[in-house]
């Protein structure tokens, strides 16, 4: 097999890997117990953190053998990965608003990517780094306290998905700084880099499985699938002297590419929005008419458990007699 093959049966796995945790973390977090950022106490939430780092892994051994512009666009793969595989293995189907929105965001953000044309390679300055972390920070906490004004399930998980899409990118843009600077005669000379990307990398993953309870699988994955490398990809292009290729044909097509992605997050979201769920106060309450039986002829009823009936016998003005169904001795 050629390294460039290599390179795409990798990075596909990484897809599939990032795509069932993704379905795991939603399991997890549709259930009624349990904490909503940290349920420390389920296997099935360490499961999908460690399939995660599968699929972290696998991501990085795919650019090991091939070309960034390559890589990149076939880790946007992981929402149309996930949407058959959830129908699959959790009975979880898509409608077409959902596919719809899913192909217009996984298209937009291969697009995107394969026009972002890698710099050599950077490092920040210690002022640089500060100022990132700490414009991350402010981001996070306007996100995070916007999810929380929201009166709407959906939009809620998409603010929380939206702030771990900006953690997850920060991270991975601190990664690389950390990793440029590195050096084996002094292991420990970046224990602070590493210290605050490790901080964003738990906050992105307690936050993406926030975003998963009320929301369903495909509007929250889909907004950390495109928040996370567009968050990266503009700190690259600001810090670390990064372009879009083909001049400004390019940068056209790049925005061109944003749009549609972000019109498919649109999608998403207004398709879990859409979708009503039944009450099950509504469905149990209530109880069921009782049909009537022979010898007993039907009454026409106000409400639930009342009777109205004719008086028996003659009387000279109108008179009508209300009686409880244990009085009139139905069930």
Not at 71 to 89: E, R, S
Not at 195 to 219: C, E, I, K
């Given at each position: 097999?050629?390294?460039?093959?290599?390179?795409?049966?990798?990075?596909?796995?990484?897809?599939?890997?990032?795509?069932?945790?993704?379905?795991?973390?939603?399991?997890?977090?549709?259930?009624?117990?349990?904490?909503?950022?940290?349920?420390?106490?389920?296997?099935?939430?360490?499961?999908?953190?460690?399939?995660?780092?599968?699929?972290?892994?696998?991501?990085?051994?795919?650019?090991?053998?091939?070309?960034?512009?390559?890589?990149?666009?076939?880790?946007?793969?992981?929402?149309?990965?996930?949407?058959?595989?959830?129908a699959l293995f959790v009975g979880r189907r898509a409608g077409?608003?959902?596919?719809?929105?899913?192909?217009?965001?996984?298209?937009?953000?291969?697009?995107?990517?394969?026009?972002?044309?890698?710099?050599?390679?950077?490092?920040?300055?210690?002022?640089?780094?500060?100022?990132?972390?700490?414009?991350?920070?402010?981001?996070?906490?306007?996100?995070?306290?916007?999810?929380?004004?929201?009166g709407r399930s959906v939009l809620r998980s998409v603010a929380?998905?939206?702030?771990?899409?900006?953690?997850?990118?920060?991270?991975?843009?601190?990664?690389?700084?950390?990793?440029?600077?590195?050096?084996?005669?002094?292991?420990?000379?970046?224990?602070?880099?590493?210290?605050?990307?490790?901080?964003?990398?738990?906050?992105?993953?307690?936050?993406?499985?926030?975003?998963?309870?009320?929301?369903?699988?495909?509007?929250?994955?889909?907004?950390?699938?495109?928040?996370?490398?567009?968050?990266?990809?503009?700190?690259?292009?600001?810090?670390?002297?990064?372009?879009?290729?083909?001049?400004?044909?390019?940068?056209?097509?790049?925005?061109?590419?944003?749009?549609?992605?972000?019109?498919?997050?649109?999608?998403?979201?207004?398709?879990?929005?859409?979708?009503?769920?039944?009450?099950?106060?509504?469905?149990?309450?209530?109880?069921?008419?009782?049909?009537?039986?022979?010898?007993?002829?039907?009454?026409?009823?106000?409400?639930?458990?009342?009777?109205?009936?004719?008086?028996?016998?003659?009387?000279?003005?109108?008179?009508?007699?209300?009686?409880?169904r244990a009085v009139a001795g139905r069930p």
């Amino acid at each position: 097999m050629s390294p460039l093959m290599l390179s795409v049966v990798l990075a596909l796995a990484s897809a599939v890997a990032y795509a069932a945790a993704a379905i795991v973390q939603e399991r997890v977090a549709s259930a009624a117990a349990g904490p909503r950022y940290a349920p420390l106490r389920s296997p099935a939430w360490w499961g999908s953190v460690l399939l995660n780092g599968v699929g972290a892994t696998l991501h990085v051994a795919a650019l090991a053998y091939g070309p960034l512009s390559l890589v990149q666009p076939l880790g946007a793969l992981t929402i149309v990965f996930a949407l058959p595989m959830a129908a699959l293995f959790v009975g979880r189907r898509a409608g077409r608003r959902a596919w719809r929105g899913a192909l217009m965001a996984t298209a937009g953000l291969a697009g995107l990517l394969s026009l972002t044309s890698g710099a050599e390679a950077g490092s920040l300055a210690d002022g640089e780094r500060w100022l990132l972390a700490g414009a991350t920070f402010g981001a996070v906490v306007v996100l995070f306290t916007a999810a929380h004004l929201v009166g709407r399930s959906v939009l809620r998980s998409v603010a929380l998905a939206a702030a771990a899409g900006v953690s997850f990118g920060i991270a991975s843009v601190l990664t690389k700084a950390v990793a440029e600077e590195w050096t084996p005669r002094a292991p420990f000379a970046e224990w602070t880099g590493l210290l605050v990307l490790s901080v964003f990398a738990v906050t992105g993953l307690l936050l993406s499985q926030a975003s998963y309870r009320g929301a369903g699988l495909a509007a929250p994955l889909a907004t950390v699938t495109v928040v996370n490398p567009v968050v990266a990809a503009a700190v690259g292009l600001t810090l670390f002297g990064e372009s879009f290729r083909y001049g400004t044909a390019g940068t056209v097509a790049a925005l061109v590419c944003g749009t549609v992605a972000a019109a498919g997050l649109v999608q998403l979201t207004l398709d879990r929005m859409a979708v009503v769920p039944e009450s099950p106060s509504s469905a149990s309450s209530a109880p069921e008419a009782p049909s009537a039986s022979e010898g007993d002829s039907p009454r026409p009823e106000i409400r639930q458990g009342v009777d109205v009936g004719a008086v028996p016998g003659t009387r000279p003005d109108l008179e009508v007699e209300v009686r409880s169904r244990a009085v009139a001795g139905r069930p």
